[in-house]
């Protein structure tokens, strides 16, 4: 599976911003899906996951409200809606994929793919 994340840009604090990740595998709705963020000098960490069918959801805490994971299995693309950005949402995003895990996955190292990466930093 290759991953393409776009999106990224900078944004002021309170602003918003979609994050996109296009993916090549053919059976994409048996795909869960991640985001994850990487900020500076600090480990990558789960953001929010999304099941291959796109019913189940999780979140991380200090996004909870303010971003939305969804996806279209049509268009092999799985997004993440940033809203209210903080200055401490700023780091590099990197969307990640677990195939055939049935179920939203939130562990790094079930992960099998990741995308390249799209920068976000948010302005105070």
């Known amino acids: 599976v290759q991953l393409q994340a776009s999106g990224g840009g900078l944004v002021q604090a309170g602003g918003f911003l979609r994050l996109s990740c296009a993916a090549s595998?053919?059976?994409?709705?048996?795909?869960?899906m991640g985001w994850f963020r990487r900020a500076p000098g600090k480990d990558r960490d789960f953001v929010a996951g999304?099941?291959?069918?796109?019913?189940?959801?999780y979140y991380v805490d200090s996004v909870k409200g303010r971003f939305i994971i969804t996806r279209d299995n049509g268009k092999n693309t799985v997004y993440l809606q940033m809203n209210s950005l903080k200055p401490e949402d700023t780091a590099v995003y990197y969307c990640?994929?677990?195939?055939?895990?049935?179920?939203?996955?939130?562990?790094?190292?079930?992960?099998?793919?990741w995308g390249q990466g799209t920068v976000v930093t948010v302005s105070s």
């Open positions: 999304i099941s291959g069918d796109g019913h189940s959801t």
């Open positions: 595998r053919r059976t994409f709705s048996g795909v869960e």
């Open positions: 990640a994929a677990a195939p055939f895990r049935f179920g939203v996955v939130i562990a790094t190292d079930e992960y099998d793919y």
